[in-house]
């Protein structure tokens, strides 16, 4: 098997996650490099496109965490093999990253404007996609988002959702996600008690 290497920043969430538990899951070795935020400056001119996720594959290194996501969902079995399963993963995984991305935009702006694009994003577009999650949920049976089982799509709204209801972000109210998509919280709830996620988690705790 190839030697693995992901690396991301040294906290349990954001876009590195996925994967981490993807590899988890599945049983695969790999090297958990986890960058300090104070290192991150003098490490980031080593990234390809000063960003990380990053994955080294035998030494051959490789970025973006939905690539990333897919190649280890594969090596993982949390990927679906049938096109069409592959397809619905693959729209979640993006879409949640856009979503993602336009959040992730308003964390290092001024207090005045995190508030107005925030509220913006909770009155418009994020309370759009999570609906749009749920109804994507509900039709594909209201469980997993691809294939009828867990996949590296649920993997990465379990982070989403979670970040969403953890609270840390000012004006985005902690019970949106609850109150707009309840069955992503049922979702939440499934991945969260998944035995290898929340094994995974308690060994978290502990270190
Ligand atoms: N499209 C890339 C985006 C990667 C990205 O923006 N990563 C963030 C962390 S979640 C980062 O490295 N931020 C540090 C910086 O921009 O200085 C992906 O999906 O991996």
Known sequence: MAK????YFDFDGGRGEPARLALHIGGIPFEDVRIAGKDWPAFRDKTPFYAMPTLEVDGRGVTQSNSINRYVGKLAGLYPKDDWQA???????????DISTRI???INIDEGAKKKTREELVAGRL???????????KAT??????????TVADLKIFMLIRWL?????????KD????????????FERVASHPMVAEYYQRRKAA
């Open 4 to 7: 693995l290497k992901l690396t």
């Open 87 to 97: 397809l619905l993963c693959d729209e979640i995984m993006d879409a949640a990253e």
């Open 104 to 106: 992730g935009n308003t």
């Open 127 to 137: 309370t759009r996609y999570l609906e749009q999650f749920q109804t994507k949920l």
């Open 141 to 150: 049976g209201g469980d997993y988002f691809s294939d009828a089982r867990l």
């Open 165 to 173: 209801r953890s609270g840390v972000l000012d004006h985005i109210p």
């Open 176 to 187: 949106l996600v609850d109150r707009v998509a309840p069955l992503l919280v049922k979702h």
